[in-house]
């Protein structure tokens, strides 16, 4: 009865007219940023992060939410069209979407990955509502320790989900952390690594560091490496996109098995929607009677990540919400948002501010029939929009991170500072350090530091309270565990199994 | 690139190393019931440092040298780094609405090949869009120049 009583009173709130039009414009831009790319959902959130001060917190979490599962659709548009993903999370849809669109049925590539999303976005929303309070309730028992050990394992499985070397995963979190410890100790008082220069004091604010790392970076990365594709149809009928029977018996168990791993990933912090596409589609592909045919324009491989991406999006709100930690980048960006409006999440979240998480989780039912409704009647608007030229947008990008920094503390320092962060991130994609890890630091910084503190305060300076406490120990095991994955990984290469990667692309 | 990765790490070695220098002669390793300001960071900058001794050896080690830092298309990176410092080296006399506007316009010229026309009216329409947007809307008050925006 809980339950229903809580969705009653989410709907209620989703359906008011400013978070409505909230979620309706989150949902539309987030298609636009997918259909776009170079621009991700965490560049997004973060440009348009400092413009919300002045916002009610729900509606912005509403508006952001919307970016952030539009951003999963609208990714998918070029994917198929063009053969460029608008984002890692659509890679995989290009092998089969695009070779549907070479067999002149995009529309129908395009309409099963709206139809799949809508499906399994709904499947994860139903699961995201059972298991966020339950994950809650358990986060209640947490302490210190238990944060501590949270954080290191969200860490560690940096390590497994991501590619490249583990090396240098382990220094851009190392890095993240340290810069959040820049400013005014928060137990002593004192200052740490100012330099005595006075704005240090403050510590180096998050959405100045994210407006570099996401605007700035990216602009130079998409000077750097202009992504182009050919178009192959650029004009749509409605009649376009509706499918042959055969094609919905071909995909509904794709979207089903697509939406389950999508959700169980999604929940896994530093998981993200990407690992989950990719699963997704190599499931299928096994699952099949005629593997053969995948790379070839089976619509399963284009519903089973589009599914599982968009599942994934979802239930990534549930470690956010009912732990406080974000398992992405673009859930990390949100976690700023959130201590920017004074509100901190966790399993308090859902007693402290229930109107927010009811809200947030009813409009994501109403976000996901705005995109199904959009994804359907737009394909030609945003076909469109792939024509904008990138010597135009990148003057957009530079000015929504200028801005979006200086409106932090109304201050040239904070731009000149994106500005250095901008061209570290650039140099760390460069040279291929992952930023997923450095951003996700950075957020969890603090948190890890007072949650060390605090808890050898409470055992004397005892580190046995990171192993007498079962969850705390669990976690930290299981972190434990990740950081030799890379160890386990050589062996198992050493010893014939082949190339033991699990992502390809997603950090 | 190989090179560049040899640079990176050690960089990072440094910032470890300096990092550890830094929190053990600066901040209090521990205060009276508790680790102190230096606990973790004296922490953090040994990971680094010892993170990146291997990517250091897995560079020097490497045979395949492939891959180049620099293409072409850097060139026009640069060009767009030196127009964004110049611009805001100049925002007391442009403003930021301008400012930014500038950078649009430039970035128009150096990446596409669009008229100074067309630009001239993007600098236009984009400096009277963010001081309205921003600056009257969204109340953020930003810099103004010479000309009063």
Known sequence: ?507 | MWYANIIAGVAFLLLGAATVILAWLDLPYTSDFSPGPGFLPLWLGIVLTIASIPVIITEFIKTDHSGRLFRPETVKCVKVLILIVVVFLLLPIFGFSTGLALITAGGMRLMGKHSWGSCAAVVIATAICIHYLFGQWLGIPLPKGMIGW
């Open chain 1, 1 to 507: 009865m809980d339950l229903l009583n809580n969705i009653y009173t989410g709907f209620t709130i989703a359906l008011t007219g400013q978070n409505l039009l909230c979620c309706a414009l989150g949902v539309l831009f987030g298609q636009l940023i997918g259909v776009l790319p170079g621009i991700g959902a965490p560049t997004a959130i973060a440009l348009l992060l400092p413009l919300t001060f002045s916002f009610n917190p729900t509606s912005a979490i509403i508006m952001f939410a919307g970016i952030y599962y539009g951003v999963a659709y609208g990714g998918t548009i070029t994917s198929i069209l063009i053969n460029v993903p608008g984002e890692s999370s659509s890679v995989m849809t290009c092998v089969d979407g695009y070779a549907m669109a070479h067999k002149g049925r995009a529309g129908a590539a395009l309409s099963i990955a709206a139809i799949g999303s809508f499906i399994a976005g709904t499947i994860s929303i139903v699961l995201l509502m059972s298991f966020a309070p339950a994950l809650a309730r358990l986060a209640l028992q947490f302490g210190p320790a238990e944060y501590f050990g949270l954080a290191i394992m969200a860490f560690g499985l940096l390590t497994v989900f991501g590619s490249g070397s583990p090396f240098k995963i382990i220094i851009t979190t190392i890095i993240g952390i340290l810069i959040s410890t820049v400013g005014m100790d928060g137990v002593s008082g004192m200052p740490r690594f100012t330099f005595g220069v006075p704005h240090l004091l403050g510590g180096v604010d998050f959405v100045v560091v994210i407006c570099g790392i996401f605007g700035l970076a990216e602009v130079f990365n998409c000077i750097e490496e202009p992504e182009g594709g050919v178009l192959v149809k650029d004009k749509f009928k409605l009649s376009d996109v509706f499918l042959t029977w055969q094609e919905w018996v071909d995909s509904r168990w794709a979207i089903i098995r697509g939406g389950i791993i999508g959700f169980l990933i999604g929940l896994v912090p530093a998981g993200g929607i990407t690992t989950a596409s990719f699963l997704a589609y190599m499931a299928e592909k096994k699952a099949s009677k005629h593997p053969e045919t995948f790379g070839k324009g089976e619509i399963a491989g284009v519903a089973a990540p589009e599914s599982a991406n968009n599942a994934a999006s979802i239930s990534g709100f549930a470690p956010l919400l009912a732990l406080g930690v974000p398992g992405s980048a673009t859930t990390a960006v949100m976690l700023a948002g959130f201590m920017m409006w004074g509100i901190r999440p966790g399993p308090l979240l859902f007693t402290s501010n229930p109107d927010l998480v009811w809200g947030l989780i009813a409009s994501m039912y109403i976000g996901n029939v705005i995109l199904l409704l959009m994804n359907i009647f737009l394909i030609p608007l945003f076909v469109a929009l792939l024509r904008i030229p990138y010597s135009i947008m990148m003057g957009f990008i530079i000015i929504f991170a200028s801005i979006g920094a200086y409106s932090v503390n109304n201050s040239m320092w904070d731009v000149w500072m994106m500005m250095g962060f901008g061209l570290f991130g650039y140099a760390l994609k460069k040279l291929k350090y992952p930023i997923v890890p450095f951003i996700l630091a950075m957020v969890l910084g603090r948190l890890v530091e007072q949650s060390l503190r605090q808890a050898l305060i409470l055992s004397a300076g005892s580190f046995s309270v990171f192993f007498t406490r079962p969850i705390a120990a669990f976690f930290i095991l299981i972190a434990l565990l990740a950081y030799c994955t890379p160890l386990i990984r050589f062996a198992l290469r050493k010893a014939g199994y082949g190339k033991v990667d699990i992502n390809i692309e997603s950090l």
